[in-house]
């Protein structure tokens, strides 16, 4: 009767100890989850706190087990050893789960918490929307909302950091994160748009239609976008091969959409003088797009816009909108056509403000000088 009294108390010890577990474990799915539907901190009673009450009862299970095996091991017999032996490995197995999760909810705690304003502008008081917002140092950003609201990550460790908030029509606006975490409701100046006037300098200019970048994907080859944050960006160089042209419409070659309606933004930029992408943009409107779930060519027409160009620049597309509540996995579930193709040069933009980079890759094919580009282009007229 004493071992059968022995084995229901430790069975009733385990199971103790498999409940607290299986609590922590809850508490930290649940805590996960928050994450990835973008859980705004200021709803929580504080970070952490949940976690580390049911922690104490964790260790408070952890405890009783000690107090217990002395008991089992009064008693002679291999099979009681075997017994207390199980129940040690139990033990390391939860202290490992106990110190994995004490060493990730400081992590979570941080990760979740986010810089919330608004942006609009001086004049009219009124949010603008799809603002570039960004410490260009950390690669960190978003963009704002139609209505000016964003959500910027929080990190306290960049508070000496620079942000910048930029809009076409507004002067951009440099400011240290610690001054925006004290006052997260920002105005812009709106700066006029000198627009590029169409002209004339002989009979018959401006007539000769052409396409400027990649029109024709080849197949089997995608590219997806690098990032499933607000503000990326992929785009590409455009060569214009008479000058000046006089830009007609943008387009881009879409494969595969199973991430729903998704808005995007064209920018053309300007290149600096080692043919870099500047942070200056020669549109002077916000062009946007909306991705279907249909395969095809989007198109943008930007005959309005006047705009005439004498000079190579970046074409790029920027994710600026999802409907959904969670963002989609943009870098799986919407494809882009694109080709190999001579002195090719492909940019990438991890969020809003960040650098632009060149990706890496890797390719067997044996001509020197065949780069990937992305299906963007651009018709004009010269």
Not at 323 to 352: E, N, V
Request: with cysteine; proline share 7%; aromatic share 8%.
């Amino acid at each position: 009767m004493s071992l059968i009294r022995q084995v229901l108390e430790s069975v009733r010890v385990l199971g103790a100890l498999r409940g607290a577990a299986g609590v922590v474990l809850f508490r930290f799915r649940a805590s996960f989850s928050d994450i990835l539907t973008n859980y705004k901190p200021r709803a929580r009673r504080g970070p952490g706190q949940p976690f580390w009450r049911t922690s104490i009862l964790l260790a408070g299970a952890i405890a009783y087990v000690p107090a217990a095996a002395p008991i089992l091991s009064n008693r002679g017999g291999g099979s009681h050893r075997i017994f207390q032996r199980s129940i040690c490995r139990m033990l390391r197995q939860s202290l490992l789960l106990f110190c994995l999760l004490a060493m990730l909810a400081p992590a979570h705690a941080q990760s979740t918490v986010r810089v919330v304003g608004t942006v609009s502008s001086r004049s009219t008081g009124q949010g603008i929307p799809f603002v570039n917002i960004g410490l260009p140092r950390r690669g960190l950003g978003t963009v704002s909302d139609e209505q000016g609201r964003y959500h910027l990550p929080y990190n306290a460790a960049y508070a000496a950091d620079t942000v910048r908030i930029s809009s076409v029509g507004f002067k951009p606006l440099l400011l240290p994160f610690a001054a925006l975490l004290a006052e997260p409701v920002i105005s812009l100046v709106p700066e006029p748009v000198v627009l590029n006037e169409v002209s004339v300098t002989a009979a018959g200019a401006y007539q000769h239609p052409n396409t400027a970048g990649l029109a024709k994907a080849t197949p089997r080859m995608n590219f997806h976008m690098g990032a499933n944050e607000l503000g990326t960006e992929l785009g590409c160089l455009v060569h214009l091969q008479h000058r000046p042209a006089l830009l007609q419409s943008l387009h881009l070659v879409v494969l595969k959409n199973e991430a729903g309606p998704l808005t995007f933004r064209l920018n053309i930029y300007r290149l600096d003088a080692q043919g870099l992408p500047t942070t200056e943009k020669l549109l002077a409107r916000d062009v946007l797009i909306t991705a279907t779930p249909e395969a095809g060519v989007l198109s943008a027409d930007i005959t309005a816009d006047h705009l005439v160009l004498n000079e190579d620049f970046l074409l790029a597309l920027e994710w600026v909108k999802n409907p959904m509540p969670a963002g989609p996995d943009l870098t799986q579930r919407i494809s882009f056509g694109g080709a190999m193709k001579y002195g090719a040069q492909l940019y990438f933009r991890r969020t809003s403000q960040a650098p632009w980079t060149k990706p890496s890759f890797t390719s067997n094919m044996p001509a020197l000088g065949m780069r990937p580009v992305v299906a963007l282009y651009a018709t004009v007229k010269d």
